[in-house]
């Protein structure tokens, strides 16, 4: 493949699908989709919504799917999905593969699903500081997490609330490759 010249380059980051409106407009097609199918115009979209909005697109996800189409996206764990999270989503251009995972897939989900659950010992769907600690040593031992790769408590808890919940650590387990490396998702393509 030839390098890109500046000018084409340029012409790349003009024609950018994030830059692209229906009807010359000045909103972005995300914006656009996430209007059309916040139904209820609450600024969110639920689970259900979601799943419309999938299934209108071509892709039709089965109950398990749907469940982990919603961790994936609502990063901070509110049930629903903001304009933020929607928009963050949209972006990536595997979007729909990351959610239409195979049973091997949401075998090897269900691993972190299960630890997770394991140093939750109050049941209540979130990890203090502490029990995240003993997750993350865990996490080492079972050579899903290196040493060397960040223990940010304070930048996994999105929601700033002192707590890490399943969809914060899925979003950083995203962000740290953890569950590329499981042969959850595909690995992330560089640029």
Avoid at 20 to 49: C, H, M, R, W
Avoid at 99 to 108: A, G, I, N, R, V
Wanted: proline fraction near 3%; charged fraction near 30%.
């Amino acid at each position: 493949m030839s390098k890109l010249t500046p000018a084409k380059k340029k012409i790349m980051v003009a024609l950018s699908p994030k830059l692209f409106a229906f009807g010359g407009g000045t909103k972005p097609v995300s914006q656009l989709l996430f209007n059309k199918y916040d139904t209820d115009q609450s600024g969110l979209i639920s689970v259900a919504e979601l799943r419309f909005l999938c299934y209108d697109m071509g892709y039709f996800l089965s109950d398990a799917q749907l469940d982990w189409a919603r961790t994936l996206i609502d990063k901070d764990g509110s049930g629903e999905i903001s304009y933020a999270e929607f928009s963050a989503w949209w972006q990536n251009p595997l979007r729909f593969d990351h959610l239409l995972l195979s049973d091997e897939q949401l075998s090897k989900l269900r691993r972190i699903t299960d630890l997770f659950r394991s140093f939750d010992k109050k049941n209540r769907g979130e990890l203090d500081k502490k029990e995240f600690e003993e997750l993350f040593r865990e996490l080492i031992k079972e050579k899903l997490m290196e040493e060397n790769q960040a223990n940010q408590f304070d930048e996994i808890d999105r929601s700033h609330d002192g707590h890490i919940n399943f969809n914060e650590l899925i979003a950083w387990f995203y962000d740290q490759g953890v569950l590329q490396k499981m042969g959850v998702l595909p690995e992330k393509k560089d640029d």
